[in-house]
């Protein structure tokens, strides 16, 4: 299941479009993974990283985790069939050791500013689905084809 955070409606390819122009400096996507698997739907009315840990949704805490910094993203205006598509390079990690348990879930967000934000100033934009049991090896998020994100041109 993918939802998109209600603070990102209508924000997503423009925010892309920003973090590859460098506007502001230091801007990123950053990838974070969650223990949980389940996104109450309230938690979609959250506005920042901060408020979802804060609402019992514990990061990732495996030795070989980190959140991956995006700078490079690929943004597909698709004329044919009205939408825009925004893709990444799969997110990858390496050697995630077992203890610190499973994960559940992806967040894909906007940081502005890298070097001298907190999480409260980090803006969640979509949750993915993402079950897995860190084994020591290599973890990898195949995203789908087009990308991680699809916009359609005229919102239904």
């Known amino acids: 299941m993918n939802e998109q955070f209600n603070i990102a409606a209508g924000r997503i390819v423009e925010l892309?479009?920003?973090?590859n122009a460098n506007d502001p400096?230091?801007?990123?996507?950053v990838?974070?993974?969650?223990?949980?698997?389940?996104?109450?739907?309230?938690l979609r009315d959250y506005d920042t990283l901060a408020d979802i840990l804060a609402a019992?949704?514990?990061?990732?805490?495996?030795?070989?985790?980190?959140?991956?910094?995006?700078?490079s993203l690929t943004v597909n205006v698709d004329d044919t069939n009205?939408?825009?598509?925004?893709?990444?390079?799969?997110?990858?990690?390496?050697?995630?050791?077992v203890a610190g348990g499973e994960w559940?879930?992806?967040?894909?967000?906007?940081?502005?500013?890298?070097?001298?934000g907190t999480d409260a100033n980090i803006v969640p934009l979509t949750r993915?689905?993402?079950?897995?049991?860190?084994?020591?090896?290599?973890?990898?998020?195949v995203l789908?084809?087009?990308?991680?994100?699809?916009q359609p041109s005229n919102p239904s």
């Not at 400096?25 to 996507?29: D, G, I, L, R, V």
């Not at 949980?36 to 309230?42: D, K, M, V």
């Open 82 to 97: 009205n939408w825009v598509d925004v893709d990444m390079a799969d997110p990858t990690w390496a050697a995630v050791a």
């Open 128 to 141: 993915h689905d993402f079950r897995r049991t860190p084994n020591g090896g290599q973890i990898v998020a």
């Open 56 to 71: 019992a949704n514990d990061e990732a805490t495996n030795v070989g985790y980190a959140r991956i910094e995006v700078t």
């Open 144 to 150: 789908p084809t087009g990308g991680f994100f699809r």
């Open 31 to 42: 990838v974070v993974a969650l223990k949980q698997s389940g996104l109450e739907s309230s």
């Open 25 to 29: 400096t230091n801007s990123a996507f």
């Open 104 to 116: 559940g879930a992806l967040l894909f967000c906007y940081d502005p500013d890298t070097t001298a």
């Open 16 to 19: 892309a479009y920003r973090v």
